[in-house]
């Protein structure tokens, strides 16, 4: 699978896994503290500590390194990035879908860095 690939859990859904390559890219799942959106049902761990659906991480406290691969619904992923955007210490991996008001709002006046992959 090329390291640029992202893939649905479930066709359909708002549930991502994020691509192995990518994760051990950037340090492997104990480089993390914290995957606030894990999916139910995972085959490997982003983070040490995860919260799920069942545990709403974005009402839980996050703490550390945050490992973010959030859902994409337009009417969930402005709050996940505004979450992220004010704890400031994580990675994301969303769509470059630059031109949109989440991108605008959260990545480009909040972020320290952005790497495009291709792919």
């Known amino acids: 699978m090329p390291i640029g690939s992202h893939q649905s859990a479930a066709a359909g859904t708002d549930v991502w ?5 990518i994760l051990a890219a950037l340090g492997g799942a104990g480089s993390f503290d914290l995957d606030p959106c894990a ?3 995972r085959p490997w761990d982003m983070a040490r500590q995860h919260y799920t659906i069942a ?3 974005l009402a839980r406290p996050w703490h550390g390194r945050v490992w973010l691969n959030p859902p994409y619904s337009n009417n969930v992923i402005g709050r996940w990035m505004g979450r992220m955007a004010d704890h400031a210490h994580g990675i994301a991996l969303i769509f470059a879908r630059t031109e949109t ?3 605008h709002e959260f990545v480009w006046r909040a ?4 790497l495009f992959m291709e792919g």
Do not use: I, K, S
């Not at 896994?17 to 390559?21: A, I, K, N, S, V």
């Open 39 to 41: 999916p139910l049902d």
């Open 101 to 103: 008001q989440v991108f």
């Open 55 to 57: 545990d709403n991480g």
């Open 17 to 21: 896994l994020t691509p192995p390559e």
């Open 111 to 114: 972020a320290d860095a952005l």
